[in-house]
């Protein structure tokens, strides 16, 4: 069994949209870095190169909540202020601080790779038991 890599130019959209030390690192050059990095030392051509997809709204409930799916959601509608707002909500935990309009993109890009990687080389997905 090899190394798979799944990627899409999407991926780089994160963007921190405020002064926020903590989440600096949220940034394209992130994934482009290591991108490069594998390019230059003839690893990604040894890689599995898989094609990125959505996952759907029943594969991401297998590892997240309804209501977190649906706050996810929401935040393509929401404006610079309220993301922040909702960064630092106490009942949104496990949102860091780079929420942006594309969050949701992002996240549904990032739930099917995963899918992909284990369509594709047979492993158990998230939230598989045994």
């Given at each position: 069994m090899g190394t798979a890599l799944v990627y899409h130019e999407d991926m780089t959209a994160t963007r921190l949209l405020w002064d926020d030390p903590e989440c600096e690192i949220e940034c394209p050059e992130r994934l482009t870095t290591a991108l490069e990095r594998l390019q230059q030392h003839g690893?990604?051509?040894?890689?599995?190169?898989?094609?990125?997809?959505?996952?759907?709204?029943?594969?991401?409930?297998?590892?997240?909540?309804?209501?977190?799916?649906?706050?996810?959601?929401?935040?393509?509608?929401?404006?610079?202020?309220?993301l922040q707002a909702l960064s630092k909500d106490s009942c949104a935990p496990l949102l860091s601080a780079s929420l942006s309009a594309v969050t949701w993109q992002l996240e549904v890009g990032q739930g099917g790779s995963i899918y992909t990687v284990e369509e594709t080389l047979r492993i158990s997905p998230p939230g598989a038991c045994c």
């Open positions: 690893l990604k051509q040894r890689c599995l190169q898989l094609v990125a997809r959505e996952a759907s709204e029943a594969e991401l409930g297998l590892v997240h909540s309804p209501e977190y799916v649906a706050l996810l959601q929401g935040t393509q509608a929401l404006g610079t202020r309220e």
